[in-house]
């Protein structure tokens, strides 16, 4: 599945592209276990979406940028990697980090600017 943040757009705390991703990657499979999926972002996803990801069983996370004020996926916490729980992610992360920054620096100057008048 595809996702982008669509918090802001669609007024949804829930609506972050990981989520989005696996909601549609579930649909299209016909099934909420998504194994032997690998879920490639650009910024470290939260806890809220670590949950996600250990629940619908992705194998491997890819990110590119660490999030020093969200990210749990290994910076302000593992959800993903955490023994205790029944799955356990494979992670790969900093993979094209200053790509991943230049995007994000883009997407969000987009969305502090607002939505274009025409």
Not at 36 to 65: I, Q
Not at 104 to 116: D, K, M, T, V
Request: net charge positive.
């Amino acid at each position: 599945g595809r996702g982008r943040n669509r918090r802001e757009r669609d007024q949804d705390p829930l609506a972050h592209a990981e989520m989005l991703a696996i909601g549609e990657a579930a649909r299209r499979t016909g099934s909420w276990r998504l194994t032997g999926t690998t879920l490639y972002v650009t910024l470290e996803p939260c806890a809220m979406c670590a949950g996600a990801l250990v629940a619908s069983r992705v194998e491997r996370l890819v990110y590119g940028a660490a999030d020093p004020k969200a990210g749990y996926c290994g910076t302000l916490g593992d959800i993903v990697r955490d023994p205790r729980l029944n799955h356990r992610l494979e992670v790969a992360a900093g993979v094209a980090e200053e790509k991943a920054a230049e995007l994000l620096r883009g997407f969000f100057a987009r969305l502090r600017r607002g939505p274009e008048v025409l």
